[in-house]
């Protein structure tokens, strides 16, 4: 049947939640080593990694192809193995617990503190700690910082080791430290939409000789380079020269991704922290916070996301709790975890990219407002 009247179409054009910045720079950086043809681990990762030890000051620094390697090749080079335990916040991705699994150890969740929501409280570490405890693993989430100080304390009043997993913490300081740097050892993590993107890929940082070069040693098999000799069972972590051609430009810009992150945020908190039922994570003076996520908490959290997806904006919900997953039901988890249901259930991160511009957090910012029926 035809139509008398024209059809018309509305295309709405979606914000996207998060997005990397790539540019000319990334394409140059990646036609050089292409036309090198050596693009395995090379020069440019040397280069990369030689740029990242500037930024994170490690006195150590291995990139390696995932974060998920990073953190895994920590724990092993620790000695975490079977019977070990290892104490993770219930709220971060679920790579952290699964490196913990990874080494034939068991994860134990503690709840995130009230005031944040995102970070493992200190104050209920003690109470999980028993005999088979090996390490704690803070996780310095959406460019925030766990509370490092208490953290380090009870870890030395415990003999315990610390494994700080920084996946999102690029450039976040914590009383002046890149955390990642603060334990034992620490990762970074560059996947796709990070702060800083190699496609995929990580790095482990410490201070510690010992423990990296126990960390090379398995991210390459259990051998020295150049050599056929396995003295341990190892891996392949390595990192390739086109991961590192991304890194070295994306590095080049990292101060004014974070500088335009923060922007971002700042406006986001003058537009919108009036509102009674929206709250921001609290800023702590320890902290130089990169906002990598810009989260708010609502109690109506599901239903101002759907409003904003119809109306061309995308938004991401909090991590499910690891205490809730199926996958982890046969660990016999005990306790309570309140703050961290609360998190997930009130917890929504707005629109984040770098890229981002004013008119749309503006335009963002209004939805939320009409949301809560405010001008």
Known sequence: MLLNKPLAIIIVSMIPQIQPWIGEEERKELLKVIKSSWVTEHSETELFTKELKKVTKARYLLVVDHGTSALHLCLKALGVGHEDEVLVPDITFGATANTVLFTGAKPV???????SLINIDPSK?????????????????YGYAADMDNIMKIAQKH?????????????VTYRRKQVGTLGDAGILSFYGNKTITTGEGGAVLTNDKRIFSAVVLLAHEGRRKGSWVQTEVG???????IQAALGVAQLRKLSRIINKKRNIYNNYYSLLSDLGGVKFIPS???VFQTYWMIVIFVDNAKSL???????????????YPLHMQPSYKRLNINGKFPNAERSYKQGLALPSSATLSLGQVEKISRLIRRFFGTK
């Open 109 to 115: 969740f503690v709840d995130v503190d009230d005031n």
């Open 235 to 241: 891996y392949n972590n390595c990192f390739t020269d």
């Open 284 to 286: 702590d003076n320890k």
């Open 305 to 319: 996301s759907g409003y904003l997806l119809k109306n061309g904006v995308q938004t991401r919900e909090m991590f």
């Open 159 to 171: 003999n315990l080791f610390v494994i700080e997993d920084a996946a999102q913490g690029i450039g």
């Open 125 to 141: 570490i003690e109470e999980k700690i028993t005999k088979k405890t090996k390490a704690i693993m803070p996780v310095h989430l």
